[in-house]
């Protein structure tokens, strides 16, 4: 079990809930030619006919520019953390389950697999539980390079 765990930036603006909404806002970064690793939609239950946007990343000053046309701006919350990896049968479940052991809540989960690979990511409510989840990843990686090294797998 390996991880590569990473922050993301999260740029966000809000969205109509109608047809071209998403795509209206995407063109604005896409013809600043960011490469977007993150898309993230979704309606507000409680603001009927609008949603939010999220994406990441954006770097650059052409594409900050780019962000700020669209409306978006950086995100302070959720804490937004990447997680990749070789995936194995039951990892969704260990992972979220020390977290959970450590008292640490999620806003938000989207994992999938390719391959034998999967990616992932995790929203969080404070940059102390983004780090503490941090750490509890960091140590299931030791973890299982000890126990290969022990059993020689």
Same mark, same amino acid.
């Given at each position: ?39 993230? #939609?979704?309606?507000?239950?409680n ?9 990441a ?19 302070? @919350?959720?804490?937004v ?25 999620l ?14 990511? @995790?929203?969080?409510?404070?940059v102390?539980d ?5 750490q509890?990843?960091?140590?299931l #990686?030791?973890? @299982? @390079? ?8």
């Amino acid at each position: 079990m390996s991880f590569k765990w990473d922050r993301v930036h999260v740029w966000s603006c809000e969205i109509t809930d109608a047809p071209g909404s998403v795509s209206e806002k995407l063109s604005f970064l896409a013809q600043a030619d960011a490469n977007l690793e993150y898309i993230f #939609t979704k309606r507000w239950p409680n603001k009927p006919g609008f949603g939010v946007l999220y994406v990441a990343p954006v770097t650059g000053a052409a594409q900050v520019r780019a962000a700020k046309a669209a409306d978006m701006h950086e995100a302070d @919350a959720p804490i937004v953390r990447r997680i990749e990896g070789d995936n194995e049968a039951g990892l969704a479940h260990h992972v979220t389950q020390q977290w959970a052991m450590a008292g640490i809540s999620l806003q938000g989960l989207t994992m999938a697999v390719l391959g034998p690979k999967f990616i992932g990511y @995790a929203a969080f409510d404070t940059v102390n539980d983004a780090n503490r989840a941090a750490q509890i990843v960091a140590d299931l #990686t030791l973890a @299982a @390079a000890a126990e290969v090294r022990a059993n020689g797998k």
